[in-house]
């Protein structure tokens, strides 16, 4: 990993054009998923704009109401990658829509405006995205009936199909109106109120962090294979079909899920030892759930921050929706992404040291899942890395990035990424090219998985929920990944930065160039670049003084590295002989004068 910044970063990609896709004939019925289904409610959720009347505008750090709206929960239907996303996900598989809506617009998708799968049915509500009413009527499927509310042993016999296991979105809601939390509120006359341990657990976050495609099914050897189109899925287990996310069985195979670990503060607010999604993600402050001052001060109150990885979104709502609509506002929105920033700078630590004349770089993952976790598509970690000679001017860099044209040198670094695409058989009936893609409702093959796991990571373990490394390796027990680079000559100074970025360069194109629909790609993609780029966030960084200690250029063959003399020479004939790759200067895979050219000019040239 020693390429020059210059051997990539002048490239200029320009748009490309995309395949042309034969969409197959999947129905409504292929994308079906258990639990409450559209129309099935008595009541109608309440908007989260008259939750907001009491739980909202009397605490900007506490108050459940504008953190929630400052957040992708609370912007999930306004987010216009995900409108670019579901356009091109209909397109290439007709009602895909519905996967996507039944996440990003509950409120809309349960109260029967599903249909037409791209959205155009809902109302200006709707788009209040994961809102309050959704999470708090929401009924536990899998918990002990004897703690929970015992109206949920008849809301849970009324639903004809229930759900396996948690994920995709089949979520059940209670048909009244009857809103569940974690606590007890004692005499509370203000709404209809349930005590539930749900919403203290994971598996309520892992309803929507969990992602299947229900149109294919696991094969005995490891593959996905389409269904009968036409009908409902044969199995309704998550495991049982394809793996789109599994932020929530990388945390259900960790040593998270076992337990509290103590974090230090790093994650939890007024706890320090963390165990479930809402420890770190909502984690507990104290204060008032509502602005009635008699209402009880709790010092585990669950703050309603959701911060995840997304630094660019709320500002490009923002520039798409006044405020009066989104309920955002602009304190709200700065504490969020700086809210953002911090866990993404908590999520890791950095370490690093020389080994001879390797700089070895360590990422560590503090995190209760993969680093990156969620959404493959576009999102990656990358490791940066610059050498530097006693003057302070560059001698190398690895893994450069342009802010001008979001290029990525991915060639001379370690990204943290995975690859989703199609295989050979789903390429032969959609014509999407066999291998990675961005056409995720159509993708049926893991590709490259080599994001880091976390702490409690076993092989086996990971591989039975569908999340196991792909072309790459971590021993059991790993949370952490190491690269190697070479001190180039002349170094004295290293400076390695870990980044984060939420939407690559190469998917903001895709969503743009593949949209044959109407102007959703096209709209995200002047938001994207309005925003930055979806600007990298700096997670982790470090400077330390390191030696070369390896060739100094391509005729230093031999020790001691730094000189130029007979065994270089001895030892670069020697090579030369053997038909060694190390001697192949050209690298044209032939051993001829152009070589031995190659060799004496670099020997002439002399050591720095």
Known sequence: MNSLRLATSALVLAPCSWAQVTPPPTTL????????????????????????????????????????????????????????????????????????LRCHLPQGWIQGRSVPTDGSAMLPDDFQGVSCSTCHRMVDPFGDPAQNPPEDVGILAGTPDLPVNPHSAQYVIDPSDIRRGPFDLDTFD?????????????????????????????????????????????????????????????????????????????????????SSCQDCHMPDTTG???????????????????????????NAVRNLYPDSVTLLTPAAVTASIARTVQMLQNASDLEAWQDGSKLVVRVINHSGHKLPTGYPEGRRAWVNVVFRDAEGALVLEHGHYDSTTALLDFDSTKVYEAKIGVDAAVSALTGVPEGPSFHFALNNTWYKDNRIPPRGFTNAGFAAVQAAPVGYSYMDGQYWDDTEFTVPAGATEALVRVYYQSVSKEYAEFLLNENVTNDTG????????????????????????????????????????????????????????????????????????????????AFSFGCP
């Open 29 to 100: 019925d292929d994308f079906f998923g258990p639990g409450s289904q559209p129309g099935s409610i008595e009541e109608v959720l309440d908007t989260a704009t008259r939750c907001g009347t009491c739980h909202g505008d009397y605490d900007l750090n506490d108050e459940p109401y504008r953190p929630w709206a400052a957040s992708a929960m609370g912007q999930a239907a306004r987010d216009p990658a995900f409108h670019a996303a579901m356009t091109i996900a209909n397109q290439d598989a007709p009602f895909a829509g519905d996967l996507c």
């Open 190 to 274: 203000y709404h209809q109120w349930r005590q539930a341990p749900f919403f203290a657990q994971s598996s309520l976050c892992i309803t929507c962090h969990d992602v299947s495609n229900p149109v294919y099914s696991r094969q005995p050897d490891g593959t996905y294979a389409p269904n009968d189109f036409g009908a409902p899925a044969p199995s309704f287990d998550k495991y049982d079909q394809f793996p789109v996310e599994r932020t929530g069985s990388e945390w259900l195979a960790s040593a998270f899920a076992l337990g509290p670990i103590e974090m230090g503060g790093r994650f939890g607010g007024n706890i320090t030892a963390v």
């Open 288 to 314: 008032r759930g509502c602005f009635i001052s008699s209402r009880p001060i709790r010092s585990n109150l669950p703050t309603h921050y959701f911060n995840g990885g997304n630094t660019w979104l709320l």
């Open 522 to 601: 096209n709209v995200f993609y002047q938001q994207w670049i309005a925003t930055g780029r979806s600007t990298p966030v700096l997670m982790d960084t470090l400077t330390l003084a390191v030696e070369a200690s390896g060739p100094c250029n391509d005729a230093d063959f031999a020790e001691p590295y730094g000189t130029l003399d007979f065994f270089d020479v001895q030892a670069f004939l020697q090579a030369f002989s053997m038909h060694d790759p190390s001697a192949d200067l050209t690298g044209d895979g032939l051993y001829d004068f152009f070589d031995v050219q190659a060799f004496l000019s």
